[in-house]
């Protein structure tokens, strides 16, 4: 079993920043991308940043230059840095990542169970 659990979520005003955290847990055998997802009332999910195990980040582009995606490989764990914040980042925001389990022979994609980000006046 794996686990994905987010924090740091919250309510900021316009301009303000947060930091998301997602630790992954349970029998991992190794992680390969892990990511950060947006679902706002009303709109599909979409992608907002990814990182793949050796570092290389891409981002939406509505995010680009304020939002930074990183991640600690020894603590399983990624990070969102959101700077800037708009209102039109408010969603909840879902970690993603590609899991192997130990002894296991195939990846597949494990889900967080959501964090809100409300940015409002």
């Known amino acids: 079993q794996v686990q994905l659990v987010e924090s740091g979520g919250g309510l900021v005003q316009p301009g303000g920043s947060l930091r998301l955290s997602c630790a992954a847990s349970?029998?991992?055998?190794?992680?390969?991308?892990m990511g950060w997802y947006r679902q706002a009332p009303g709109k599909q999910r979409e992608l907002v940043a990814q990182?793949?195990?050796?570092?290389?980040?891409n981002y939406a582009d509505s995010v680009k230059g304020r939002f930074t995606i990183s991640r600690d490989n020894a603590k399983n764990t990624a990070y969102l840095q959101m700077s800037s914040l708009k209102p039109e980042d408010t969603a909840v925001y879902y970690c993603?990542?590609?899991?192997?389990?130990?002894?296991?022979?195939?990846?597949?994609?494990?889900w967080g169970q959501g964090t809100q980000v409300t940015v409002s006046s």
């Open positions: 349970g029998s991992i055998g190794s992680i390969n991308a």
């Open positions: 990182i793949t195990s050796g570092g290389m980040a």
């Open positions: 993603n990542a590609e899991i192997r389990l130990r002894f296991g022979t195939t990846r597949r994609d494990y």
